[in-house]
């Protein structure tokens, strides 16, 4: 079967970091350590390389391997971790003794993920040519407008407006970077990002139940300064989208929210990133609070890549859109947006886990997909999708890319 559609708008993806990594070293297809090594050494000796797509597991790098290697910043394939190697350390030790004390602790990367993103980020560097490598990519993969919700500081956002998507690509950024940009920047940035848990990767999702193997998984603030941050950042007069992936969290996030309400502040529009496992009373109070759910129809698949760390019951409670929809009234487009957080970007991925999920409480029609993420602003070419229902395949015609 066929389908038309415009290029979509994906509502929640990581633009400067995404596009700076285009074309770094990636380790990612490697599995040699020797080869892994030799490509390592080969690196510039008088300046710190971002190299990505190391697998902790199977590219082991022992203290001695790391000694002889030029300044590097090692990424793990979900960017959730790092190595320095130390001549890296030399050149990071002034800038940033905590990163350079910490890095090793997940603990701390988990809590400090924001701060590690930017640095990613600008350490890879953005540059016109990679950005406008990344935007042609997202064009492949049927997507027409996205929304970049970590801008990693001044430098991206020159870049940014120059490129022709600067229409096509709205911004967020945390407080702390937000900071350090020029009063333009400031006047154009679309809202403020804020984290309140972990990753299902990382194990640091706050969820109810603890994760198989007894991690509870970390909320980032206590209830008390959770509340205090966001009466803070109220007082900014910016959107905002928080970050909260398990119940826990959600919770907890709601349960603030509720109480600044009551108090009278209310913020220009409230947005909830992935809410993964939102429970039906969870998403009532969300509705009766106006907020607007910004989810990822591709993190379905973490029902299946994760049943190693969620139980049968977890596992079917992700990405309930169903309830959602049905139960609660969400309407995808107005108060349910949807994106890809880049894994990966396009439709195709998207659709797929939407049309074949691997629970029924998941499932999208294309209609609702396509709503979720409406069309980019702007008048451009209708793409094409084929949805093969025998064999459960989705793909674009004319680039069917899935970019990660
Ligand atoms: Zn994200």
Redesign the pocket.
Known sequence: MLHRFAPIFDR???VSLYAALEGCPDLSACIDPASALAQLRSLPGDRLSLVRGWHSGRLPLSEADLAELPPVLLVNLSLHGLRLSPRAVRLLRDTDPELVARHADPAWCERNLDRLLVLFGRTAGLTAAKLEAWIQGLEAAGVGAVED??LTGEEAWWVVRASRWADRLPWRTVPAIFDTLPTEAQAECAGLKVFTDGALGARTAALDEPFLGGGPGLLLYTDEALHQELATLHARGKPLAI?AIGDRAIGQVLAALEDLDRQGLRFPSLRL?HVQFITETQARRARDLGLVLSMQPNFSSDSVDYADRLGPATLARNNPFRMLIDQVGFRPGRDLIFGS?GMPHGLAYAAQWSLFPPFEGQRLGLEELLAGYGPAPGDLPVRELVVEAATREVRLIGGSRWMS
Request: aromatic letters at 0%; proline letters at 0%; charged letters at 25%.
């Open positions: 929640h993806s990581h919700l970590l970050h990133e957080d």
